[in-house]
């Protein structure tokens, strides 16, 4: 029987290609979800094995989203992560195919999608009011239900294609390289067929009050066993002001050397330290096999 994954839907997102790059359809189920909340909780709970949510752009930086509810609300292992190419498109319903730009009254999209696009929005459909959607396909999935409407949405070719979109232009990401980690939670697993390129463990730190250098002597304390960071990154406790959650990546397993030497001698000091998962980490190149990407212009506009 093939297993379980839920991802942020519906067919068509970025996080559906990541889902299907991680879990291969010959042995799992794809299920959407309407929202990242939504498939971490699913996972939470147990009514799906496997999660697929993005967490990190390389344009736009952290998936707040994701991040907040790994912290706050769920309490789920990252089990692996895909870094995926992204190439946005800007597409509307084929009946405006033919339409000058300054005709569309609205941009409709997820806020990563919208944020990796803004200079190059900003200057194609400088009237346009933006609107947010849960995902990508769900703001195609809108366009495409109201050719009534003057609506564009910005988005990956496939969810044009599933949607019945026609696209206006391809790569209007204002930078190049544009790239999205996404991460696996729920059960341990690895890829059937694919050697993970390394591993990677997450860690949240969070700092006692009233300790001056706390931050620098948790920093310090990875240096001294050896351990290189490769990301660090800060979310609100939201509990008081100025008050921090601090997200740490290390470039090894947990089980490697100086992972648990560091955390014992930082949580000695009344930090706190969570584990949120040892994992391999996989690019899509060599997870694709003859999978195509839109491979659209990924040289930004303003580059061209
Ligand atoms: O909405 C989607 O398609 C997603 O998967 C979220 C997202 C949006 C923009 C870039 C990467 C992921």
């Not at 707040?64 to 309490?75: A, S």
């Amino acid at each position: 029987m093939k297993q379980p994954v839920a991802y942020l839907g519906p067919r068509g997102t970025f996080t559906y290609e990541a889902a299907r790059s991680l879990f291969p359809e010959e042995s799992y189920q794809h299920t959407p979800c309407d929202s990242i909340p939504d498939v971490l909780t699913a996972v939470d709970s147990k009514e799906f094995a496997y999660g697929v949510v993005p967490v990190e752009n390389a344009i736009e930086g952290s998936v707040n989203m994701t991040l907040d509810w790994l912290v706050h609300h769920v309490d789920v292992q990252i089990t692996g992560e895909l870094v995926y190419p992204i190439t946005q498109n800007l597409m509307t319903h084929r009946e405006h195919a033919d339409w000058s730009f300054d005709r569309f009254t609205r941009v409709i999209s997820h806020p990563q999608a919208v944020a990796q696009c803004r200079s190059h929005l900003r200057e194609i459909l400088p009237e346009a009011k933006i609107a947010y959607a849960d995902s990508t396909a769900e703001a195609a999935r809108q366009v495409a239900g109201h050719p009534e409407e003057a609506w564009v949405t910005v988005g990956p070719r496939s969810a044009g294609e599933l949607y019945g979109l026609s696209v206006l232009r391809s790569g209007i990401q204002d930078y190049a390289n544009n790239f999205t980690r996404f991460i696996a939670v729920g059960e341990k697993w690895s890829h059937p067929i694919v050697a993970p390129e390394r591993e990677k463990c997450s860690l949240l730190i969070t700092l006692p009050s009233d300790f001056p250098g706390a931050l620098h002597r948790v920093l310090a304390s990875f240096a001294r066993n050896g351990v290189n960071l490769s990301r660090i990154e800060s979310r609100p406790t939201k509990k008081k002001l100025g008050t921090y959650h601090f997200f740490i990546d290390a470039e090894q397993g947990a089980n490697q050397p100086g992972v648990a030497e560091a955390s014992q001698e930082i949580k000695k000091w009344g930090c706190g330290v969570r584990q949120l998962g040892s994992y391999p980490c996989y690019s899509f190149d060599k997870i694709s096999g003859n999978r195509s990407v839109d491979k659209g212009v990924t040289t930004p506009y303003n580059q061209r």
